[in-house]
């Protein structure tokens, strides 16, 4: 079975270039790379025609919009039946497709989705947001890849379908955030089989400061409701959690100037992110920043949910998400 990798990228050559090399050295080569630069200003094409010799690359330019229009792009240039999506700030295993090959020849699946991990290259910021982003204590399991009482929803930053899942749903949304949570209620809905294979684990390098991390848990909280308004059913009551964590959290800091004793939650809640995370990063300094990671994703998206609730289910607005200008900077 053969695969079409489909890359969107905006301005990161040096991410693009770690991805291509992670390619070059997988022990199944069954696959062609199509790499969209979506609007960049700061192109990968040099470092595309280093690896044309090595990989099945293709490369396309195209003005700027947003990565699932890029994907759907990509699948228009696409010459095998079946579509990986990586986001441009992976890795992957050598094994990858060695993995997907030895489950395919077992089973078919429609759809199917990887979880990630933090590379040991990676720095002790990125892998304590790679913590909060996959720990079952910041309500990242989902990414962490365990297994759901409901059918599991693939993410597009590892992230599998087949042509025929495509034609019958369209591919992904004009949706700027959560657009992969949409594209995979569309597989949901029209009946098809998704699968998470833990085995197929990418290293996903996410934001690299806490300033750009609050920005994407920010549009992922506004990008819940947006989703909710357009699948009713997809909201749970999981999604409320970082909102009334937020509340929660300020409501204990009011009633501790009364009593400092009421602050015993927090610190609890600070303890156990710290020693979850040192015991899974063997890090007393990714620990230690864990703790305002996971603060700044329940936090962030918490906000940002509300503020969708407010504009979109209150006031009525049209959809929308946050720092449009300056969401890289």
């Not at 090595?54 to 228009?76: C, H, M, Q, W």
């Not at 240039?77 to 890795?91: A, L, P, R, V």
């Not at 063997?282 to 603060?295: E, G, M, Q, R, T």
Request: hydrophobic share 40%.
């Amino acid at each position: 079975m053969n695969f079409s990798i489909i890359i969107p990228v905006y301005n990161r050559p040096d991410e693009v270039e770690e991805l291509l090399e992670s390619l070059t050295k997988q022990t199944e080569q069954n696959f062609e790379v199509i790499i969209i630069e979506d609007g960049s200003d700061i192109k990968c094409d040099k470092i595309i025609e280093k690896y044309k010799s090595v990989l099945d690359i293709s490369y396309y330019f195209k003005e700027n919009g947003g990565p699932a229009t890029a994907r759907n792009f990509g699948i228009s240039k696409s010459k095998f039946d079946y579509f990986i999506f990586f986001d441009s700030d992976c890795i992957i295993p050598d094994k990858y497709f060695e993995v997907l090959k030895n489950n395919f020849y077992y089973d078919f699946y429609d759809a199917f989705g990887g979880p990630d991990a933090a590379h040991e290259s990676f720095s002790p910021i990125q892998k304590a947001i790679n913590y909060s982003m996959t720990s079952f204590y910041t309500t990242g399991g989902i990414r962490g890849g365990n297994e759901k009482m409901e059918q599991f929803k693939p993410r597009s930053f590892n992230m599998g379908y087949s042509r025929k899942v495509f034609e019958k749903t369209g591919g992904f949304s004009d949706m700027r955030f959560g657009e992969d949570v949409d594209m995979s209620l569309k597989i949901i809905d029209h009946k098809f089989k998704t699968k998470l294979i833990k085995e197929a684990f990418v290293y996903h390098k996410r934001r690299t400061d806490f300033l750009k991390f609050f920005k994407q848990v920010y549009n992922s909280g506004i990008a819940r409701i947006n989703l909710f308004i357009r699948h009713p059913k997809s909201l749970k009551l999981v999604h409320l959690f970082p909102s009334l964590f937020l509340l929660g959290t300020i409501f204990i800091i009011f009633l501790a100037i009364i009593n400092l004793l009421f602050l015993i939650p927090i610190i609890l809640y600070v303890l156990l992110i710290f020693t979850h995370s040192a015991i899974l990063n063997k890090s007393a300094k990714v620990a230690f920043l864990s703790i305002p990671a996971a603060f700044i994703q329940l936090f962030g998206y918490g906000s940002g949910f509300l503020s969708a609730v407010w504009k979109r289910l209150i006031l009525s607005r049209k959809e929308f998400h946050a720092f449009r200008n300056n969401f890289y900077k």
